[in-house]
């Protein structure tokens, strides 16, 4: 339940049981702060902040979003983040989430929501044309009054889908910093004088569009898919450039919820997959891969962790190829307690479509000491290495190749002990979030000053 506390003439909402802090005008003058610009959808982008955010759920997935949010006012900011709301969906004003975290949603016509389903059910890349278009026409007032109230240090722009960022820049003079959670351009780039094809450059529009605008500082997810390349591309220069891999929450682990062996014989070997199941996780073609996996090792289980749209359909694909006993769905875990649940399994598997086959699932299953099955794609170079602390299989192999890597994996003990040294090793190298956000803040400052 959410209770109006009036502070500066304005009514607030905040959860039960959390204050508001009364802000006089010199302690704001003396305040760090920092506005964060987001046009989150369920369904479509940043999915998990409208059920915490907006809905005051606890927060599912999206670990680098609820820690860089966390990890700002751990660092001294104030944190502020606007969010779009279409029509009468949630309530439009000023919201707190966790006492520490200022929600400002501002409205977007409802005519167009039907608009943005269609898009979302056809997978159309012009829904980033469509947001950026509606936050421009209907939300630009609103943001420039909100910057001469709040006098933010920095503006902090989240993803692909918002132009925003650059003009309020250019009119308000509030620095601006660029924060992409990876990237599906690489692939696409020309060793050509034009990085990208005419039809590329309409497809990727907006994040072709904040490469020309130069920001203070550009925060690119290594994922795996390569982010740093287009920005080199596009002459983004090197000191404004931060291609950093996410970090593990170390400090405030829990013990497991799930026993994922409570059911399996003693000497079982576990493979586990933690993803949001949608389609390009890959997770269908590791399952088509089972049968022969199994047949080759009938002690081989494996876990799913995670929910999602594609989780039904996965489930069916499970029966239709007659491996419902060796597969379990576990649904979603809570981040505390993942690493400890990664711990119990043998192996973490990751096949993605796209190349991006660094997500935070693996980066907390090197910390758990998982071995790791992934793909030769090109994501992991320079972090993981085939046969000394990964196996990494043909992209385009990989029902073929998926079971053998298990069965090796599972039988040959030298191969095991060496990947699984390695792997302690590469784990030592992961940092944790305080220190990976800390990092950042330290990078945003220094490129400010620069300005």
């Known amino acids: 339940m959410q209770l109006c506390q009036r502070v500066g003439g304005r009514c607030i909402f905040v959860d039960r049981g959390e204050k508001v802090h009364m802000i006089s005008s010199m302690e704001r003058s003396m305040t760090k702060r920092v506005l964060f610009l987001a046009a989150p959808f369920k369904g479509y982008f940043l999915v998990g902040i409208p059920g915490w955010l907006q809905e005051g759920n606890p927060p599912e997935g999206l670990p680098d979003i609820i820690y860089t ?122 060793p050509s004088s034009t990085p990208l094809s005419c039809g590329h450059t ?44 996410n970090g593990v929450n170390l400090h405030n682990q829990e013990k497991a919820v799930i026993n994922m062996r409570e059911k399996l014989p003693k000497d079982s070997f576990l493979a586990v997959t933690t993803a949001h199941l949608v389609w390009w996780k890959g997770i269908d073609r590791t399952l088509r891969a089972l049968p022969k996996a199994i047949e080759l090792n009938p002690k081989l289980y494996y876990a799913i962790i995670g929910d999602g749209t594609c989780r039904k359909e996965l489930e069916k694909l499970t029966h239709s190829l007659g491996i419902e006993d060796h597969v379990q769905f576990y649904g979603v875990v809570p981040n505390a307690s993942m690493i400890d649940t990664l711990r119990q399994a043998d192996v973490f598997i990751s096949t993605i479509y ?98």
């Not at 203070?216 to 291609?243: A, W």
């Not at 992209?395 to 298990?406: F, I």
């Open 69 to 190: 949010l966390r990890g700002f006012h751990d660092n001294g900011y104030e944190v502020h983040i606007t969010l779009p709301v279409f029509g009468h969906m949630y309530l439009v004003g000023e919201i707190i989430r966790e006492g520490i975290i200022h929600v400002h949603h501002y409205r977007l016509p409802g005519i167009f929501l039907p608009l943005v389903r269609l898009l979302i059910r056809k997978g159309n890349f012009l829904l980033n044309y469509v947001f950026a278009i509606l936050t421009m026409v209907f939300a630009f007032g609103f943001h420039r009054r909100l910057i001469k109230r709040l006098k933010p240090d920095f503006l902090y722009q989240m993803g692909p889908n918002l132009v925003l960022g650059e003009y309020l820049r250019r009119i308000t003079g509030t620095p601006l910093v660029y924060r992409l959670f990876g990237t599906t351009v690489t692939s696409r780039l020309r």
């Open 202 to 245: 309409i497809r990727h529009g907006i994040e072709v569009f904040m490469y020309h605008r130069l920001a203070s500082l550009y925060v690119q997810t290594n994922d795996g898919s390569g982010g740093g390349k287009p920005m080199d591309r596009f002459g983004v220069p090197r000191e404004r450039q931060l291609f950093v891999v």
């Open 354 to 451: 796209r190349p991006q086959n660094l997500p935070n699932t693996m980066l907390e299953a090197i910390t758990a000491g998982c071995n790791v099955i992934s793909l030769a794609d090109g994501s992991l170079d320079g972090f993981l290495e085939d046969g000394r602390n990964a196996i990494l299989i043909d992209p385009n192999q990989v029902e073929e190749e998926l079971p053998e890597a298990l069965e090796r994996l599972a039988k040959d003990k030298s191969l095991n002990t060496r990947l699984s040294v390695g792997i302690r090793e590469k784990g030592k190298e992961i940092w944790s979030w305080p220190d990976r956000i800390a990092k950042e803040i330290e990078m945003i400052e220094r490129a400010i000053k620069r300005r």
